[in-house]
Nanobody, 119 residues
């Protein structure tokens, strides 16, 4: 079992940067693929990025490629989402999630952190 707590959201202007953090409890953090998702108002939650258990591989949705970077520090049980060149359409609640090795779905979710980008 792993518990996730996001932080780092806020209100910024278009073109600014933010770094989201997600701290995980437990001693098996490196057993989880970690992901970031977003949910914009009135829309379904959607995938943003994921990173493999030791950080060797990352995956981004097309809309954030070149702007968002996912990374992790297994020694700190933390996954990050560096968001650059933010746009108003990036406004959403951002969630981190954990998928245990061999699982097909993300079973553990944080409570979310709000990111608001003004034009």
């Amino acid at each position: 079992q792993v518990q996730l707590v996001e932080s780092g959201g806020g209100l910024v202007q278009a073109g600014d940067s933010l770094r989201l953090s997600c701290a995980a409890s437990g001693r098996t953090f490196s057993s989880y693929v970690m992901g970031w998702f977003l949910q914009a108002p009135g829309k379904e939650r959607e995938f943003v990025a994921a990173i493999s258990r030791v950080g060797a591989s990352t995956y981004n949705t097309d809309s954030v490629k070149g702007r968002f970077t996912i990374s992790r520090d297994n020694a700190k049980n933390t996954v990050y989402l560096q968001m650059n060149s933010l746009k108003p359409e990036d406004t959403a609640v951002y969630y981190c999630a954990a998928k245990f090795i061999g699982s097909s779905q993300y079973a553990h979710w944080g409570q979310g952190t709000q990111v608001t980008v003004s034009s």
